[in-house]
Protein backbone atom coordinates (compact mmCIF):
# COMPACT_ATOMS: atom_id res chain seq x y z
CA UNK A 1 0.00 0.00 0.00
CA UNK A 2 3.07 2.33 0.64
CA UNK A 3 4.19 1.73 -2.07
CA UNK A 4 1.29 2.44 -4.47
CA UNK A 5 1.11 6.10 -2.16
CA UNK A 6 4.06 6.87 -2.62
CA UNK A 7 3.96 6.14 -6.42
CA UNK A 8 0.62 8.47 -6.88
CA UNK A 9 2.37 11.26 -4.78
CA UNK A 10 5.47 11.23 -6.75
CA UNK A 11 3.07 11.11 -9.96
CA UNK A 12 0.95 14.60 -8.53
CA UNK A 13 4.39 15.95 -7.70
CA UNK A 14 5.52 15.57 -11.68
CA UNK A 15 1.99 16.61 -12.74
CA UNK A 16 1.98 19.71 -10.59
CA UNK A 17 5.35 20.77 -11.79
CA UNK A 18 4.40 20.52 -15.53
CA UNK A 19 1.54 22.15 -14.95
CA UNK A 20 3.78 25.27 -13.42
CA UNK A 21 6.23 24.94 -16.05
CA UNK A 22 3.50 25.22 -18.71
CA UNK A 23 2.23 28.65 -16.98
CA UNK A 24 5.47 29.88 -17.12
CA UNK A 25 6.63 29.01 -20.25
CA UNK A 26 3.43 30.57 -21.52
CA UNK A 27 4.22 34.00 -19.91
CA UNK A 28 6.15 36.57 -21.11
CA UNK A 29 9.15 37.77 -18.64
CA UNK A 30 7.89 41.04 -17.27
CA UNK A 31 11.17 43.08 -15.63
CA UNK A 32 10.06 44.48 -12.12
CA UNK A 33 13.08 45.76 -10.77
CA UNK A 34 16.73 45.97 -10.16
CA UNK A 35 18.23 45.14 -6.68
CA UNK A 36 19.06 47.43 -4.31
CA UNK A 37 22.27 46.33 -4.93
CA UNK A 38 22.41 46.90 -8.12
CA UNK A 39 23.94 43.58 -9.00
CA UNK A 40 20.06 41.47 -9.87
CA UNK A 41 17.32 42.13 -12.10
CA UNK A 42 13.23 41.07 -11.05
CA UNK A 43 11.22 39.10 -13.50
CA UNK A 44 7.82 37.69 -13.00
CA UNK A 45 6.79 35.45 -15.67
CA UNK A 46 3.52 33.86 -14.62
CA UNK A 47 3.00 32.63 -11.52
CA UNK A 48 6.91 32.40 -10.82
CA UNK A 49 9.44 35.23 -9.90
CA UNK A 50 13.40 35.23 -11.24
CA UNK A 51 15.81 36.99 -9.82
CA UNK A 52 18.86 37.18 -12.05
CA UNK A 53 22.45 38.26 -12.08
CA UNK A 54 22.82 41.79 -14.63
CA UNK A 55 25.74 41.30 -16.83
CA UNK A 56 28.81 43.06 -15.21
CA UNK A 57 29.76 45.22 -18.32
CA UNK A 58 33.45 45.25 -17.45
CA UNK A 59 33.82 41.67 -17.28
CA UNK A 60 35.98 39.82 -19.23
CA UNK A 61 34.11 38.04 -22.58
CA UNK A 62 33.68 34.84 -21.19
CA UNK A 63 32.22 35.70 -17.92
CA UNK A 64 29.24 38.23 -19.96
CA UNK A 65 28.72 35.46 -21.94
CA UNK A 66 28.29 32.41 -19.05
CA UNK A 67 26.15 35.10 -17.25
CA UNK A 68 24.13 35.66 -20.50
CA UNK A 69 23.45 31.98 -20.89
CA UNK A 70 22.77 31.53 -17.29
CA UNK A 71 19.90 34.38 -17.24
CA UNK A 72 18.57 32.78 -20.77
CA UNK A 73 18.26 29.71 -19.06
CA UNK A 74 16.47 30.94 -15.65
CA UNK A 75 14.13 33.05 -17.64
CA UNK A 76 13.66 30.66 -20.42
CA UNK A 77 13.84 27.79 -18.67
CA UNK A 78 16.02 26.19 -21.81
CA UNK A 79 19.28 26.40 -21.60
CA UNK A 80 21.28 27.67 -25.20
CA UNK A 81 24.15 25.43 -24.16
CA UNK A 82 22.69 22.27 -22.76
CA UNK A 83 19.70 19.81 -23.03
CA UNK A 84 18.75 21.69 -19.12
CA UNK A 85 15.71 20.26 -17.32
CA UNK A 86 13.42 22.56 -15.64
CA UNK A 87 11.01 21.60 -12.99
CA UNK A 88 9.40 23.43 -10.24
CA UNK A 89 10.04 21.83 -6.50
CA UNK A 90 6.96 20.93 -3.87
CA UNK A 91 7.83 24.59 -1.93
CA UNK A 92 7.54 25.98 -5.40
CA UNK A 93 11.45 26.79 -5.93
CA UNK A 94 12.08 26.56 -10.19
CA UNK A 95 15.17 25.49 -11.04
CA UNK A 96 16.86 24.31 -14.46
CA UNK A 97 19.18 21.40 -14.11
CA UNK A 98 22.23 21.93 -16.76
CA UNK A 99 24.65 19.15 -17.68
CA UNK A 100 27.78 18.62 -16.19
CA UNK A 101 30.24 21.59 -16.73
CA UNK A 102 27.69 23.84 -18.33
CA UNK A 103 28.60 27.75 -17.60
CA UNK A 104 24.60 28.39 -17.00
CA UNK A 105 25.02 25.89 -14.05
CA UNK A 106 24.98 28.38 -10.78
CA UNK A 107 27.89 26.93 -9.44
CA UNK A 108 29.71 26.82 -12.77
CA UNK A 109 29.14 30.35 -13.45
CA UNK A 110 29.85 31.30 -10.07
CA UNK A 111 33.64 29.42 -10.36
CA UNK A 112 34.20 30.95 -13.69
CA UNK A 113 33.97 34.45 -12.74
CA UNK A 114 35.48 34.22 -9.27
CA UNK A 115 38.88 32.54 -11.92
CA UNK A 116 38.68 36.14 -13.57
CA UNK A 117 38.32 38.33 -10.62
CA UNK A 118 34.54 39.05 -10.75
CA UNK A 119 31.99 38.57 -8.29
CA UNK A 120 28.88 37.19 -9.39
CA UNK A 121 26.30 36.39 -6.35
CA UNK A 122 24.42 33.15 -6.30
Not at 5 to 24: D, G, T, W
Not at 47 to 57: D, G, L
Not at 92 to 108: I, Q
Amino acid sequence: MNGRRAKARRRAEREHSEQQLAAIRAAVPVRLRTTEDGQHEVFQRGPATFVVPIVPADAPAVVREAVSVHRVARLTLDCPRCPSEAKVTEAGLVYVRHRAGCVGDTEVLVRLAEEHGVAVQR
